[in-house]
């Protein structure tokens, strides 16, 4: 998982996310190394739900955003995609303003199936969510 290595950067994750839900709810990717990833997402009235905490649903597809990325930058993505399966997520720490910032790390890197482990933090490096995400890996579909 060297990412950096196989030239992945993080101006190409950002480009990436262009014209994708990551843009209204201001998700940018801060950092790529050897077996991690990182994104910040502010929380403001977008990631907000009515008590005026960070949505768990924010959370939510902060850890999906930042996880499909990592298989998508696993795979050869001249023949194969990869979709997101399953997502769960522990919510354990509110957060009504401010910045958190999402680390994948990998759990499971298969031929046909990915796991990813992502812990969302806030500026203080308190835990706010803890997530896991199942990715399928598929042939990509002739055009």
């Known amino acids: 998982m060297n990412w950096t290595a196989s030239g992945i950067t993080v101006e190409m994750l950002n480009d990436l996310s262009k014209n994708t839900m990551s843009e209204p709810l201001g998700i940018l990717f801060t950092e790529v190394g050897d077996g991690f990833m990182k994104a910040t997402m502010p ?29 998508w930058a696993s795979i050869d993505r001249e023949k194969q995609i990869c979709v997101g399966i399953e997502i769960n997520c522990n919510h354990v720490r509110g957060k009504k303003d401010g910045m958190v910032t999402a680390t994948v790390t990998p759990l499971h890197v298969g031929a046909t199936t990915h796991v990813w482990d992502i812990k969302i933090t806030d500026e203080r490096g308190k835990l706010v969510c803890i997530s896991r995400l199942t990715v399928a890996v598929l042939k990509k579909p002739a055009n």
């Open 43 to 71: 929380v403001n009235s977008n990631t907000h739900q009515p008590y005026g905490l960070l949505h768990g649903g924010a959370s939510a597809a902060l850890a999906e955003t930042i996880g499909s990325v990592a298989s």
